[in-house]
């Protein structure tokens, strides 16, 4: 069972930056994606960036509502990935997810291709 530890979340102004991470723990196999989901009240919950453990099948991923602003990347061992959250915006308010699926390559990010996921942190961005 694939478990994380989410952290990172808070408020911020706007054009503010935040770095979230999600240690997870527990993978069995070696190939994997984890990714970053977000909730707004009253939204869907929408894929948000991924990166892959395999560089030679997989890649990154961003939704065109962060490119450009927000970095994912991943340590190592390939089990911490951060989020780097720069220029936020108030519609970047929402509960941030960190979710995983084995075999994934980050070319398509739809949360029911993610099997297990984290509790969530919430993100504001105010004034």
């Known amino acids: 069972q694939v478990q994380f530890v989410e952290s990172g979340g808070g408020l911020v102004h706007p054009g503010g930056s935040l770095r979230l991470s999600c240690a997870a723990s527990g993978f069995t196999q070696d190939y994997y994606a984890i990714g970053w989901f977000r909730q707004a009240p009253g939204k869907e919950r929408e894929g948000v960036s991924c990166?892959?453990?395999?560089?030679?099948?997989?890649?990154?991923y961003y939704a065109k509502s962060v490119k450009g602003r927000f970095a994912i990347s991943m340590d190592n061992a390939k089990t911490t990935v951060y989020l780097q959250m720069n220029s936020l915006k108030p519609e970047d308010t929402a509960v941030y997810y960190c979710?995983?699926?084995?075999?994934?390559?980050?070319?398509?990010?739809?949360?029911?291709?993610?099997?297990?996921w984290g509790q969530g942190t919430q993100v504001n961005v105010s004034l």
């Open positions: 979710a995983a699926g084995y075999g994934l390559s980050c070319t398509i990010v739809a949360e029911d291709l993610f099997d297990y």
């Open positions: 990166i892959s453990s395999s560089i030679a099948h997989g890649t990154t």
